[in-house]
T-cell receptor, first 110, second 115 residues
Framework: QQPVQSPQAVILREGEDAVINCSSS?????VHWYRQKHGEAPVFLMI?????EQKGHDKISASFNEKKQQSSLYLTASQLSYSGTYFC???????????FGTGTLLAVQP | GAVVSQHPSWVICKSGTSVKIECRSL??????MFWYRQFPKQSLMLMAT?????????EQGVEKDKFLINHASLTLSTLTVTSAHPEDSSFYIC???????????FGPGTRLTVL
């Protein structure tokens, strides 16, 4: 089943923070985060593995709570380049295939 | 980072014709590749898992006789949309999984328009 993301869409001013949540009904082995610009393929942001992992790069970080089967992506001091649709991808089961979440549209305005 | 290419980038075809899309991992070998389809303003939906040297595994609701997948080598998977119809028009994206770290790398996508 497809992971559910919240919010569906968010509008920010440059410099503001945002949190995007991803929730799955199935047990997870890993969570992947991607950003997609209009008309382009998704771009990999980061992967989180089991065990309460947290990870970050520049001003984007993420956490993974395997017990709650949830992950959150944190965008700090947002920049115009952060605009796009963010997808979480959850992997689990024998095949470890990646199932994408419902997506969150993020628009950063000047 | 690892590179995955897709060819063609876009294709326009008439209803009833077949279209082949290629997905190549350029600097790593991929035992497993994935094919996704994305309609406007929607998420990527996994169509099938392509396994080198064996049959593809299709997701529920995806017609395997319509979407033929061949993964003949460790760097190439092909998706053939047979007897394409306008409702097959979509953005088709492949990804290749690098075994060393389980990371998936996406191709740039192929936009299919069926008239």
């Amino acid at each position: 089943q497809q992971p559910v993301q919240s919010p569906q869409a968010v509008i920010l001013r440059e410099g503001e923070d945002a949190v995007i949540n991803c929730s799955s009904s199935k047990a997870l082995y890993s969570v992947h985060w991607y950003r997609q610009k209009h008309g382009e393929a998704p771009v990999f942001l980061m992967i989180l593995l089991k065990g309460g992992e947290q990870k970050g790069h520049d001003k984007i970080s993420a956490s993974f709570n395997e017990k709650k089967q949830q992950s959150s992506l944190y965008l700090t001091a947002s920049q115009l380049s952060y605009s796009g649709t963010y997808f979480c991808g959850t992997a689990g089961g024998a095949t470890n295939k990646l199932i994408f979440g419902t997506g969150t549209l993020l628009a950063v305005q000047p | 980072g690892a590179v995955v290419s897709q060819h063609p980038s876009w294709v326009i075809c008439k209803s009833g014709t077949s279209v082949k899309i290629e997905c190549r991992s350029l600097d790593f070998q991929a035992t497993t590749m994935f094919w996704y389809r994305q309609f406007p303003k929607q998420s990527l939906m996994l169509m099938a898992t392509s396994n080198e040297g064996s049959k593809a595994t299709y997701e529920q609701g995806v017609e395997k006789d319509k979407f033929l997948i061949n993964h003949a080598s460790l760097t190439l998977s092909t998706l053939t949309v047979t007897s394409a119809h306008p409702e097959d028009s979509s953005f088709y994206i492949c990804s290749a999984r690098r075994e060393a770290d389980n990371e998936q790398f996406f191709g740039p996508g192929t936009r299919l328009t069926v008239l």
